[in-house]
C-alpha cells in the first residue's frame, strides 16, 4: 500500500473490489438484521482510501448491488444518504486514525443512523405501524432498539477486521524484525 502526503492509502484495486463485495455478499447471506460491515466499510474507505469519489463509491456501489438483489424500497435515499455521512466521517478522521478515533465516529455514525433513519419510517407512515404523534414516534424508535444493538456489534467487529487489518499490516515488517 502506497500513501500520499497526508498520509492516506492508496490500496490495490483487489482491495476496493473486496470490500464491495464483501459488503454486498453480507446483505444477501444469511444474517442477523443490520448486522453488516456496510457502516464499517464506509468509515474504513473514508479514512484510507485517498480518492474521496472512490470512498464514496465502494459502500454505495455495495449496497446498490444488493437492493438490485434484495429489492429497491422506499427508504433508500435516506439509507444511501446516511452511509454517505459515514463516508465523510471517515473522511474527518484523518490517515491513521487511532481505535479511540474509530469507537467514537463509529458509534456517532451508528446513532445518527438509528435517529435518522428511524424518524423517517415514522414521518414516511412507516406503514401500519406507528400513529403520527409522539407515542407513535417512541414505538418506533423502541421496536428499532434490537436493529440498533445488532448495528453497533456488526459496526464494532467488522471495523476492528479493517482498521486493525490495516494497522496489522502496516507493522507486519516490524513484527518479523
Known sequence: MQSDTAGRHYPHIA???GLIFLAALSRLIPHPPNFTPVEAIGLFAGAYLAD???ALLVPLLAMAISDAILGFHSGMAVIYAL???TVWLGLRMGPHPSALKVAGFGSLSAVIF???SNFAVWA???G???THDLAGLTACYVAA???FANSLAGLALYSLMLFGGVE???RRPQLAA
Open 168 to 170: 496489522l499490516l502496516a
Open 128 to 130: 401500519v405501524y406507528y
Open 83 to 85: 452511509i454517505a455521512f
Open 145 to 147: 432498539i434490537p436493529f
Open 52 to 54: 474521496r469519489r472512490m
Open 124 to 126: 414516511s407512515g412507516g
Open 114 to 116: 438509528f435517529v435518522v
Open 15 to 17: 482491495l476496493i473490489g
